[in-house]
C-alpha cells in the first residue's frame, strides 16, 4: 500500500514481516514500460505446482563464508549451500561454467533471513539444486548497501515491492533477470515453493539463454536511463515546506499518533522536520499543529509495546495502529534517531517524560550496544532461544520476542503483592494481551507485551506523595523484572561497528551531553569518534572505512557513512567546543565531495564508481529509516559555511545544488524527503551564530553554554572563542571570529546573523532575552 507520504509499504507474509522501502518514481515508469514483455516471465515463479518439504539430517559443512567478518555471512558457513562471498571468485567461476548467480541478500537480524535460512539454505535438497545449477553469492546488506540498492532497485521495479531476504538471480556478468524477496519451501502466502522456483530457472537458463542474457542487458540499460534522468525544472521554496506539512498532516493519526496505518514505523525523520516547521513560526497555526502531532506520536510510542520498559531503546517498528505488538528487532539508527527526537522534544517543551525516554535510550545503547573499545553495535536480533522442558539446547526453538514476552504467572511469582499495580499499569492478561489480528502466526498466545496501559489512576494524581509512591512500587517492579530477563537467552547482537551509523549515535551522544547537560554523555561520544578516527579511518589516504568486526573490513565507506560521520562529528564540535572534531569533519566533507558529489547535476552518489562489479551509481531519493546521505549532506554544507567562510569545503552553493538536484521528488512527493526539507528551510532562513568567548571550562563560561543549551536553535551553530587554538582555527577561516573576546574580564556571549552581531551580553539572563528574538 502507498500512504500519503508517498513511500511504499510491502507486506512480506504477514505483518510480522513489514519493511518500508522508497517509492521507486521515475525508474518504476521506466522500467515497468521498457520490461513489458520481459515481464511474462513471470511464469517461472507463480506455478501452483507443490513440492512436499523434506528435512534430512544435516551432516556439518563449512563453505567460503567461514573467513568472513560479517555475522550474518558467519551465520550460513556452515550450510550444505556452496556459498560465495560477493568477490571475483564467485563472477569468475559463473563465467567459466556459464551459469547463472542466485544472489542471497540479508541481514543477520532479519527473521525471515532466518525463516528462509532454516528452511531451505540448511535443506539437503535444496542445497543440491543450488549448488548443480547456480554459483550461489550471500551478501550482507548492511555491509555492502551499494549492491543491495542496485538490485533491490529491480526487484521493487519490476515485482512493486521488495524486502529482505532478497534473492535475485543473474547472469554471469551480474545482470539481473529474475527477482524475488523470501520464497517457502512449499506453496504458501501466495509465493512459490522456493525449490520450484530455482527448478523452472535453471530450466529456462539452459532452454532460453540467449533471451535471457538479452533481457538482462536491456534492464541494466533501463535501470542506467532511470538513473540519468535530468532534473525536473520546477521552483524550490518555502512553499514546498507547506505542502510536504499537509501530506503528513493527512495520514496523521490522531487517535494513535504515528502516520498511517499498521503497520506504524517510527520514522524520526517526519518528526525533525515537524520540529522544525513549528520553529519556522511558533505562533502559527500549523506549526502548533506540527509540533503537537511530534509530541503526541512521541508520547504513544513512548507507552506502547514498541518501547522496551524494562530495558530501554525501541523495537524497530509496531505490527498495528496502537503502537502494541512490535516487530521485537532493535536497530542502533532507530536508536540514535529516536533518542535526537526524544531530546528535541524535551527541548521544545521542557516536560520531564521527553528527557526520561531520550535517557532510557541512550544508557541502554550504552549498556547493551557499546564495545569495550567504544564503537556501536549494530543491532539486536528480534529472534530468541525459547527455553523449556525437553528442548535440545544444542539447537534450541527460537521464537519472536521470546526474550521479551511475559505470561501473567511468570510476572505475579516474581512481584508478589506488588504485581495487582504492575499488571493494571502495563496491561497484563491472563490469558496475553496481543490485540486481536495482531499475531497471526500464533506466537503470543497466553504471552504479554508490556504497555503503559493505565497510567497512574486520577485518583493518585491528586495526592503527590501517593503518586510518587505508585511510581517507586512500579520502578522497582520493572528492577525486579529486568534482573530475571537477563538470566534468559539474549537475542543474536551483530557486533559489527558500522562508521555511518556510529556517526548518527555520536549525534544522539552529543545532543544528550548538550540537551541533558550530562558529561557521561559526552564522554561516551568523544570515545566512539576515537574508536572511528583510529580504527575505520585511513589518514595517509584520507578515507574513511564501512566497517569493523575483529578488525577493519576492506570496504571502503560509502557517501552515507561519510554525512553521517560529519554530522556525528560536527554535533560533537558543538558539545564540547574541542576543534579536533571540526577539522576532521572538515577533511570527511573534502573526501566525499571528492568521491561522490555528481558537480554536474548536484547531490551525492552512494557509491564512488571504482568498484566495477556494481554497474549503477545510484543517488538515494527518499529518507526512510535512515535519512538518505544528500539530505545529511545539504545541511552539513550549510552548517559547515557557518563555521568557515571557506566555499572550498563549506560551500552554501553545494548545498543547494545538493537540493536542487531532488527538485522532481520535492516537487511530487514533498513528504518523502523530509530530511531534506530541513535542509531547505535551513537555506531559505537567515543563518545565526552564538560565539561563548570565554575561556573553556570557565563557571561564567559554562553558564551561557547551559543558557544556550536549554533552547531549540536548530538552525544557529555554537562557537567557542577561547583565545587559544580553536580560536585560531576558525578565526583564519572567519575574521569575525578572531576579533572575539571576553568583555572586561568576563566571559561573554554574540548572537549573530551572517556574522553581524549584536551587543555582546556577560549575562545569562540577557542572553536568554536576545536567543528568543
Known amino acids: ?195 520450484m522456483v530455482l527448478e523452472r530457472i535453471a530450466t529456462a537458463w539452459k532452454e532460453n539463454h540467449d533471451k535471457i542474457v538479452e533481457q538482462g542487458s536491456k534492464i541494466v540499460d533501463a535501470l542506467r536511463e532511470s538513473q540519468s534522468t535530468s532534473n525536473a525544472e520546477g521552483k524550490i521554496d518555502a512553499a514546498i515546506l507547506e505542502a510536504a506539512y499537509r501530506q503528513i498532516d493527512r495520514s496523521y493519526d490522531s487517535k494513535e499518533g504515528g502516520f498511517g496505518d499498521a503497520p506504524k514505523f517510527p520514522r524520526p525523520v517526519t518528526l525533525n522536520f515537524l520540529t522544525r516547521f513549528y520553529a519556522r513560526d511558533p505562533k502559527n497555526e500549523s506549526g502548533k499543529q506540527a509540533l503537537e502531532m511530534t509530541l503526541f506520536t512521541l508520547r504513544k510510542m513512548a507507552v506502547g509495546g514498541m518501547h522496551d520498559h524494562l530495558g530501554g531503546g525501541f523495537h524497530r517498528y509496531s505490527v498495528d495502529r496502537y503502537w502494541h505488538v512490535p516487530h521485537f528487532e532493535k536497530m542502533l539508527y532507530d536508536q540514535a534517531q529516536l533518542a535526537v527526537a526524544y531530546l528535541d522534544a524535551f527541548q521544545i517543551t521542557r516536560d520531564r517524560q521527553y528527557e526520561s525516554v531520550a535517557r532510557d535510550i541512550l544508557d541502554y545503547v550504552a549498556r547493551d550496544m557499546t564495545s569495550k573499545e567504544g564503537g556501536f553495535f549494530s543491532a539486536e536480533d528480534a529472534d530468541s532461544p525459547v527455553v523449556a522442558a525437553g528442548v535440545d539446547r544444542g539447537h534450541p526453538e527460537t521464537k519472536e520476542g521470546a526474550f521479551y514476552v511475559w505470561t501473567k504467572k511468570e510476572i505475579d511469582d516474581v512481584l508478589g503483592d506488588a504485581a495487582e499495580i504492575f499488571d493494571f499499569h502495563y496491561g497484563i492478561q491472563p490469558h496475553g494481551n496481543a ?79 548538550q540537551v541533558l547537560d550530562e558529561a557521561r554523555y559526552l564522554e561516551i561520544a568523544t570515545r566512539a569518534a576515537k574508536f572511528l578516527r583510529t580504527n575505520l579511518y585511513e589518514e595517509k589516504s584520507k578515507l574513511l572505512y564501512r566497517n569493523y568486526r575483529g578488525g577493519r573490513s576492506d570496504i571502503e565507506g560509502f557517501t552515507d557513512d561519510y554525512a553521517f560521520v560529519i554530522q556525528g562529528l560536527l554535533d560533537l564540535y558543538e558539545a564540547s567546543l574541542d576543534v579536533q572534531w571540526l577539522k576532521f569533519a572538515v577533511e570527511l566533507q573534502e573526501t566525499q565531495d571528492r568521491l561522490f558529489f555528481d558537480g554536474k547535476n548536484g547531490g551525492y552518489f552512494s557509491t564512488s564508481g571504482e568498484d566495477e562489479s556494481v554497474f549503477l551509481r545510484m543517488k538515494d531519493d527518499n529518507d526512510g529509516a535512515e535519512p538518505a546521505a544528500s539530505s545529511i549532506s545539504a545541511l552539513n554544507l550549510l552548517r559547515l559555511s557557518q563555521f568557515l567562510d571557506d566555499p572550498a569545503v563549506a560551500g552554501a552553493d553545494r548545498a543547494r545544488k545538493t537540493i536542487d538536484a531532488f527538485a522532481t521528488t520535492l516537487s511530487h512527493f514533498p513528504s518523502a524527503m523530509p530530511q531534506m526539507l530541513t535542509a531547505l528551510d535551513y537555506s531559505l532562513s537567515k543563518p545565526r551564530q552564538i560565539v561563548i568567548a570565554g575561556k573553556k571550562y570557565a563557571p561564567e563560561t559554562n553558564a551561557l553554554l547551559r543558557e544556550v543549551n536549554r533552547h531549540f536553535l536548530p538552525k544557529t551553530i555554537l562557537v567557542l572563542a577561547d583565545g587559544a587554538e580553536g580560536q585560531k582555527y576558525l578565526g583564519d577561516k572567519n575574521e569575525a571570529v578572531r576579533a572575539m573576546s571576553p568583555i572586561d574580564g568576563k566571559s561573554a556571549a554574540y548572537v549573530c546573523e551572517n556574522f553581524t552581531c549584536k551587543a555582546p551580553v556577560t549575562d545569562p539572563k540577557q542572553l536568554a532575552a536576545l536567543l528568543k528574538l
Open 1 to 195: 500500500m502507498t500512504n500519503d507520504e508517498g513511500i511504499t509499504k510491502v507486506e512480506l507474509r504477514n505483518k510480522r514481516c513489514q519493511i518500508s522501502s522508497s517509492l521507486i518514481r521515475h525508474p518504476t515508469f521506466v522500467l515497468r514500460h521498457f520490461l513489458g514483455g520481459f515481464l511474462a516471465l513471470t511464469w517461472l515463479v507463480t506455478s501452483s505446482d507443490t513440492f512436499a518439504e523434506s528435512n534430512p539430517a544435516r551432516p556439518e559443512h563449512t563453505n567460503r563464508l567461514a573467513q568472513e567478518k560479517s555475522p550474518y555471512l558467519l551465520q550460513h558457513a556452515h550450510n550444505p549451500v556452496d556459498w560465495y562471498p560477493w568477490g571475483e571468485e564467485a563472477f569468475a567461476r559463473a563465467r567459466r561454467e556459464n551459469k547463472p548467480i542466485f544472489l542471497s541478500v540479508g541481514y543477520s537480524t532479519c527473521h525471515w533471513c532466518h525463516v528462509m535460512a532454516h528452511e531451505s539454505f540448511e535443506n539437503e535438497d535444496v542445497a543440491a539444486i543450488m549448488n548443480r545449477e547456480f554459483v550461489n553469492i550471500k551478501v550482507d546488506r548492511e555491509e555492502r548497501p551499494d549492491v543491495d540498492r542496485v538490485y533491490m532497485t529491480f526487484v521493487q521495479a519490476t515485482t512493486g515491492g521488495g524486502g529482505w531476504p532478497m534473492s535475485v538471480w543473474l547472469t554471469p556478468d551480474l545482470k539481473p533477470f529474475v527477482g524475488g524477496t523470501y520464497f517457502p519451501p512449499e506453496d504458501r502466502y501466495g509465493q512459490p515453493a522456493f525449490k
Open 435 to 513: 490485540p486481536e489480528g495482531s499475531d497471526p502466526q500464533d506466537e503470543f498466545r497466553g504471552k504479554n507485551i508490556l504497555i503503559e496501559r493505565h497510567m497512574i489512576p486520577e485518583t493518585a494524581k491528586h495526592f503527590r506523595k501517593a503518586a510518587e509512591e505508585i511510581g517507586k512500587l512500579l520502578a522497582q517492579s520493572r528492577e525486579k523484572l529486568f534482573s530475571i530477563r537477563a538470566k534468559r537467552p539474549r537475542p543474536h547482537l551483530d557486533d559489527k561497528i558500522i562508521a555511518g551509523w556510529n556517526g548518527l549515535m555520536i549525534s544522539a551522544y552529543a545532543r544528550g551531553a
